[in-house]
């Protein structure tokens, strides 16, 4: 059976980030031999109270047709942003009809907010003690209202097993594209990503909120330097190798990535290395020796330090529990 997706449909809610559970998973669909084609989830939406009507923030609302019931029958259950949260915003405190529908989820559910969803998490206790993050706008007064929460307001998303929460509006794709390629590799989510015509990884620990402003797009760009870079990161790749391919000098380039990516250029390489590591230690059997020299870490030591940096772990272990995951 597809992993079942509910998605709690809260009065106020922001209708793009409801939109996004739904859109993300429910095209998600196997890339295997056994499973192709395969709908990877199925994503149910649900209220806390009997099937109706439901308010958005648009000039409109949406009738939900399952009740508080759907969430003891889910294995993931997702809480968009509402701009309506009542006593849990201002108090930190559950409404009763919000407690009695959270109470119908099983133990072992996994959690996921995106935005303000997070103060429904944290409300019922969920995030007790344990890293998360909200809308930047919001940090300060959810930081206040729940000190017993490690609030990070400087990143996309924070994965912590079974509890996961994201920054706001588009950073919910990030987390919901997260979870694919946690659930099911990066051939799907990739795959995921270009049917949603979006970026296919912007890593969690990326800032969700940079003071900066937008590149001029007038002048020259990055784009061409990039795109000549990841055709060869088997190879080694200078700064001044991608400062000439837009005929820059090294420092305008590096100037002018940092306000088109966010990082400077040789973080950019690292983390496309590493994300060409992953891929390869997920769909092939070449040795670790092989994966190190085709992502351009050279390697097997150097592989091994830049993923346990990334990720935590090594290599083998990397590839062993996403297989094992899988089998």
């Given at each position: 059976?597809?992993?079942?997706?509910?998605?709690?449909?809260?009065?106020?809610?922001?209708?793009?980030?409801?939109?996004?559970?739904?859109?993300?998973?429910?095209r998600?669909?196997?890339?295997?031999?056994?499973?192709?084609?395969?709908?990877?989830?199925?994503?149910?939406?649900?209220?806390?109270?009997?099937?109706?009507?439901?308010?958005?923030?648009a000039?409109?609302?949406i009738?939900?047709?399952?009740?508080?019931?759907?969430?003891?029958?889910?294995?993931?259950?997702?809480?968009?942003?509402?701009?309506?949260?009542?006593?849990?915003?201002?108090e930190?405190?559950?409404?009763d009809?919000?407690?009695?529908a959270?109470a119908?989820?099983?133990?072992?559910t996994?959690?996921?907010?995106?935005?303000t969803g997070?103060?429904?998490?944290?409300?019922?206790?969920?995030?007790?003690g344990?890293?998360?993050?909200?809308?930047?706008?919001?940090?300060?007064?959810?930081?206040?209202?729940?000190?017993?929460?490690?609030?990070?307001?400087?990143?996309?998303?924070?994965?912590d097993?079974?509890?996961?929460t994201?920054?706001?509006?588009?950073?919910?794709?990030?987390?919901?594209l997260?979870?694919?390629?946690?659930?099911?590799?990066?051939?799907?989510?990739?795959?995921?990503?270009?049917?949603?015509?979006?970026?296919?990884?912007?890593?969690?620990?990326?800032?969700?909120?940079i003071?900066?402003?937008?590149p001029?797009?007038?002048?020259?760009?990055?784009?061409?330097?990039?795109?000549?870079?990841?055709?060869?990161l088997?190879?080694?790749?200078?700064?001044?190798d991608?400062?000439?391919?837009?005929?820059?000098?090294?420092?305008?380039?590096?100037?002018?990535?940092?306000?088109?990516?966010?990082?400077?250029?040789?973080?950019?390489?690292?983390?496309?290395?590493?994300?060409?590591?992953?891929?390869?230690?997920?769909?092939?059997?070449?040795?670790?020796?092989?994966?190190?020299?085709?992502?351009?870490?050279?390697?097997?030591?150097?592989?091994?330090?830049?993923?346990?940096?990334?990720?935590?772990?090594?290599?083998?272990?990397?590839?062993?529990?996403?297989r094992?995951?899988?089998?």
């Open positions: 059976m597809p992993h079942r997706v509910a998605v709690l449909a809260l009065d106020g809610l922001y209708s793009f980030e409801l939109a996004i559970p739904q859109r993300i998973f429910g998600s669909f196997g890339a295997g031999p056994h499973d192709q084609g395969r709908s990877l989830y199925e994503v149910v939406t649900c209220s806390v109270r009997p099937p109706g009507p439901v308010r958005t923030d000039d409109f609302t009738t939900v047709e399952r009740g508080p019931e759907t969430l003891a029958t889910a294995d993931t259950v997702v809480i968009p942003a509402t701009y309506e949260l009542g006593p849990v915003h201002s930190g405190r559950l409404t009809e919000l407690a009695a959270l119908r989820i099983r133990p072992g996994r959690m996921v907010s995106i935005c997070s103060y429904v998490l944290a409300a019922a206790g969920y995030l007790d344990r890293p998360a993050t909200t809308h930047w706008s919001h940090a300060d007064h959810f930081q206040q209202l729940f000190p017993e929460v490690r609030v990070d307001p400087d990143v996309l998303f924070i994965d097993g079974d509890v996961l994201s920054a706001g509006v588009a950073a919910g794709i990030d987390l919901c997260h979870i694919v390629r946690r659930d099911h590799g990066i051939a799907v989510a990739n795959d995921v990503a270009r049917r949603t015509v979006v970026p296919p990884h912007r890593d969690g620990g990326q800032a969700q909120y003071q900066r402003p937008v001029d797009t007038r002048f020259a760009t990055t784009t061409t330097a990039r795109t000549w870079a990841l055709g060869r088997e190879r080694p790749i200078l700064l001044r991608m400062a000439q391919q837009e005929s820059m000098s090294v420092r305008t380039f590096t100037r002018r990535f940092r306000e088109e990516v966010g990082v400077s250029p040789v973080q950019w390489l690292t983390r496309q290395r590493v994300e060409r590591a992953r891929h390869l230690l997920e769909s092939t059997d070449l040795s670790i020796d092989q994966v190190a020299r085709d992502a351009g870490f050279g390697t097997a030591t150097s592989l091994r330090q830049h993923l346990q940096a990334a990720l935590g772990v090594s290599p083998t272990a990397y590839r062993r529990t996403f094992a995951g899988r089998s």
